[in-house]
């Protein structure tokens, strides 16, 4: 017999309150006390778990749902759900707990999406809004807003309350700069763009529920400014003198867009206050050897009052904002390295005539940074949203039964998983924001990054219609850089038109048609006689069906992997079909026969239903070709075709074939360029003269990372070029890296070097 009693004096801190163990139940056992005001760790683990409720009132929150704690009550949490146990009285909360492992079990919850889904709440899904200095290429349109609309679009399926947000972010700095450039006034500029990009999404189908036009909402300026005001009232934000960087020549203000250097972090090419490469801020004053972009002077520093937020006192309420949601281990990671740092404060006003202004009267003349507006944005948003669904959400008293998802690219990780959520808590510190991250990488074209300058593009515009938009869907979804950069490739995607989209998945359906008019008069035959192969194959199906639900779930969102299975029930199918054709029209098999054409129609309906996120209409398209009606439900299982369907597969047009527009060629390498590097490349590694180095990689001249590092910014100081430390140190030889350079490079930028070199 083992009798244990409960003893204040037994515990100790673990897991946010106090725990003690209990030895000897052949489980693990113990005590635990949660203080009045108090609450658990959010966690979750492979093993099942039991709370009993002794002493005091409080709630469990589980997978962010609310359920009562009183004395007497049991509750039992399955492995991997999140849980806590907040304390709502005024007395100790005591519960005793078990827990044990179970592995069968365990995967039995790994794969229940229904634990996974998101009950009654509101989900909201954010792609990052897009500034509006111009139109979406395939790059922008891979990541953010294609993840989000599949996402969306799939959890409706599953019956989610679920909307996708977004709009166009017109104070970024970004903006009066393509101002200058085109002539134009910032805010027309705005205007401009922001209209041309929600048509590109619309010609992507992509519709947003919520898309806020920021500089044309009345709403907006006000309740930034509140928002800002909140989180100035926390008494941490403080306006704090610092250097910063101005032009020499204009004595303007160098941020963002206006300033180049070397990352503090990782020394790549980067501009101000973010770094594309490792996602780490930087506060301009630490770049290495900056440059401005107004003119060729080196900037000069002195020093400005901003309101200034101390990061790095967040450390730990970040650490347990992302012990709530699902974020990946990338940002996780970038969190540690930016945390490691002794201080990090970051400036959220910056010196600007573009932008809101804080209500505050402490520093003239700046606005309200616009990646900490942004935050604000988001809950802006979904009060606009809710206005015109007649909910009460409201920015300022954020829900805690609210939902958000981010969909964003890695340069902007930084913002929204530890900025975004340091800010929630000096405006709202009775909030704890639920946030699920979604992160992608750069998206290349050809091997390098999409590029508005040197043209090096295509334009959404240019290849969606609504003979394509499903083809291009389902090749981004398939090829999107989902934790590694990975490469648009226009024979790659001519290909899997051509080859799988046509050749096999169209070709496919049209045959099964054809036989279909031909032995059972154009419908769908009810099955007969089932083989051990027949059943092999609906298991099969069955796998494909779970994988995909995987693949489109919160937790395991990929929707390379998601193409993959589309991909998968298809040629499963082929294989099946040409195994089963050998006794296709031998007597006495019929009943056998008509079994496998039903599942060759199984296998299409679960293909409708399937692709229904990724392919809307092509599903629609197809689910019609079946006599269904368009997928509006996720299927929980492989279902046949009902038999007397008619079925119109033979003559049926799914995908058209078509050519990608070819962007322009750059033209061929000024005569200046090789010899200029040349003469640089030989200069820095104190080769002779009369060297010839252009038939050579930097790699074979033996060139240091360092020494890399600093022909880099030559290039960048004389041309405004950034070329990475990898492709310089890579196999180009310097005839290949003086294309590269050429390509990039403005033709001012080229036509002043030409003149330069002619003095």
């Not at 849980?83 to 007395?91: F, I, M, R």
């Not at 609309?149 to 393509?178: C, E, I």
């Not at 002195?302 to 990338?330: K, N, S, Y």
Request: proline fraction near 6%; charged fraction near 20%; include cysteine.
């Amino acid at each position: 017999m083992i009798i244990n009693t409960y003893d204040d004096n037994a515990l100790s801190e673990a897991f946010g309150i106090d725990m003690s163990s209990i030895e000897g139940l052949g489980t693990g056992a113990g005590w635990g006390r949660v203080a009045p005001g108090r609450a658990s760790d959010s966690h979750q683990h492979d093993e099942t778990e039991v709370f009993v409720i002794v002493a005091g009132r409080g709630e469990f929150i589980v997978d962010g749902q609310r359920h009562p704690a009183a004395p007497g009550t049991v509750a039992l949490f399955e492995p991997f759900e999140s849980h806590v146990l907040e304390n709502t009285g005024d007395q100790d909360l005591v519960f005793l707990t078990q827990y044990w492992r179970d592995a069968s079990r365990a995967l039995v919850s790994a794969q229940n999406t229904e634990r996974k889904n998101f009950g009654e709440r509101p989900v909201f899904v954010f792609s990052t809004p897009p500034t509006p200095n111009g139109d979406l290429h395939l790059g922008h349109l891979s990541g953010p807003y294609l993840g989000a609309d599949v996402f969306v679009r799939h959890q409706r399926m599953n019956g989610t309350n679920a909307w996708h947000l977004t709009g166009s972010d017109d104070y970024q700095s970004y903006v009066p700069a393509a101002a200058r450039a085109e002539g134009r006034e910032s805010a027309e500029t705005a205007a401009h763009y922001s209209a041309e990009i929600a048509a590109t999404l619309a010609l992507m189908d992509i519709t947003p529920d919520q898309y806020t036009v920021t500089n044309n909402d009345p709403a907006y300026r006000g309740g930034l400014q509140d928002f800002f005001s909140r989180v100035v009232s926390s008494g941490t934000v403080k306006v704090t003198e610092a250097a910063a960087l101005f032009d020499a020549e204009s004595g303007q203000y160098l941020y963002e867009v206006d300033v180049k250097g070397g990352c503090p972090g990782c020394s790549s090419g980067t501009s101000g206050n973010i770094c594309e490469e490792c996602g780490e801020p930087n506060t301009v004053t630490d770049l290495a050897e900056p440059v401005s972009t107004r003119s060729a002077t080196a900037p000069r520093r002195a020093r400005v009052a901003r309101w200034t937020l101390p990061l790095h006192t967040f450390r730990d309420d970040i650490a347990a904002h992302h012990q709530l949601g699902r974020v990946p281990a990338r940002l996780r990671e970038l969190a540690d390295r930016l945390f490691s740092r002794p201080s990090l404060d970051i400036p959220i006003t910056h010196p600007s005539s573009w932008g809101v202004p804080p209500a505050e009267k402490d520093v003239d003349g700046q606005v309200i940074w616009v990646w900490p507006e942004m935050s604000y944005g988001f809950l802006h948003g979904i009060q606009t949203l809710g206005a015109r669904l007649g909910e009460k959400w409201k920015a300022a008293e954020p829900g805690q039964d609210w939902k958000i998802v981010h969909f964003f690219g890695y340069d902007n990780s930084f913002y929204h998983s530890v900025l975004y959520p340091a800010l929630y808590r000096l405006a709202f510190p009775g909030w704890a924001p639920d946030i699920d991250y979604h992160v992608n990488e750069f998206y290349l074209l050809e091997g390098s990054k999409f590029s508005t300058s040197r043209r090096h593009a295509i334009w959404g515009k240019e290849i969606l219609g609504p003979d394509s938009v499903d083809a291009v869907r389902y090749f981004l979804a398939a090829t999107r850089p989902e934790g590694t950069r990975t490469n648009f490739q226009r024979a790659a995607y001519e290909s899997a038109l051509t080859d799988t989209l046509i050749g096999t998945w169209q070709t496919w359906l049209n045959d099964l048609g054809s036989r279909i008019a031909k032995r059972y008069g154009g419908t769908a035959p009810d099955a007969g006689n089932w083989t051990p192969e027949h059943s092999a194959f609906l298991g099969r199906l069955g796998s494909r069906l779970a994988a995909v639900t995987g693949a489109l779930g919160s937790d395991g969102f990929s929707l390379n992997q998601a193409a993959v299975e589309l991909d998968g029930i298809v040629n499963d199918t082929l294989r099946f079909s040409r195994q089963e054709a050998l006794l296709a029209e031998t007597a006495g098999w019929e009943n056998e026969a008509r079994t496998a054409i039903t599942l060759e129609l199984a296998a299409a309906r679960l293909l409708a239903h399937s692709a229904a996120p990724i392919m809307p209409r092509f599903a629609a398209r197809l689910a019609e070709t079946l006599g269904m009606p368009e997928p509006s439900t996720w299927p929980r299982t492989v279902e046949l075709v009902a038999p007397g369907s008619e079925i119109h597969l033979a003559d049926a047009v799914f995908f058209l074939p078509m050519q990608l527009p070819v962007a322009p060629s750059p033209a061929p390498v000024g005569p200046q360029l090789v010899p200029w590097l040349s003469t640089l490349v030989r200069t820095l590694l104190q080769l002779p003269e009369d060297e010839v180095v252009c038939d050579r990689s930097l790699s074979q001249l033996n060139t240091s990372s360092l020494q890399a590092v600093t022909l880099q910014y030559q290039i960048l100081e004389a041309l405004d070029v950034d070329v990475s430390v990898e492709e310089l140190l890579g196999s180009q030889d310097i005839n290949a890296l003086a294309t590269i350079i050429d390509e990039r490079a403005e033709p001012a930028a080229l036509a002043a070097l030409a003149e330069a070199d002619a003095r």
